[in-house]
């Protein structure tokens, strides 16, 4: 059974950071890239970043680019997305998924692209 359990997040002050963690079970992790996503309330879940099967390769929504980091450690079956520079409009319910087909890259924009999913953490920036 695949699972992907997601922790961190929280209530947050601008400016500040927070990492988000993501460990999957039940599939072959270090085949698979991966992404993290975000829904804020009364908006569509977007792309926020993602990363290759082998982590060479990362990519980022312009929103993010330079306060967030996306990463892997394909030995403990873990993502990781550290979020500096917090601001309120980063206030989403954060998702991390597993993309469609092994090997891929990391340009994964589209939600229909993501197979399996985490069940989702709160993060919210208070200004």
């Known amino acids: 059974q695949v699972q992907l359990k997601q922790s961190g997040g929280g209530l947050m002050q601008a400016g500040g950071s927070v990492r988000l963690s993501c460990v999957a079970s039940g599939f072959t992790f270090r085949r698979y890239a991966m992404g993290w996503l975000r829904q804020a309330p009364g908006k569509e879940r977007e792309f926020v970043a993602g990363i290759s099967w082998d982590g060479t390769r990362s990519a980022y929504d312009d929103s993010v680019k330079g306060r967030f980091t996306i990463s892997r450690d394909n030995a403990v079956n873990t993502i990781y997305l550290v979020m500096n520079n917090l601001r309120p409009e980063d206030t989403a319910v954060y998702y991390c998924?597993?993309?469609?087909?092994?090997?891929?890259?990391?340009?994964?924009?589209?939600?229909?692209?993501?197979?399996?999913w985490g069940q989702g953490t709160q993060v919210t920036v208070s200004s």
């Open positions: 998924a597993s993309v469609r087909g092994a090997y891929s890259g990391a340009h994964y924009h589209s939600e229909n692209d993501y197979e399996h």
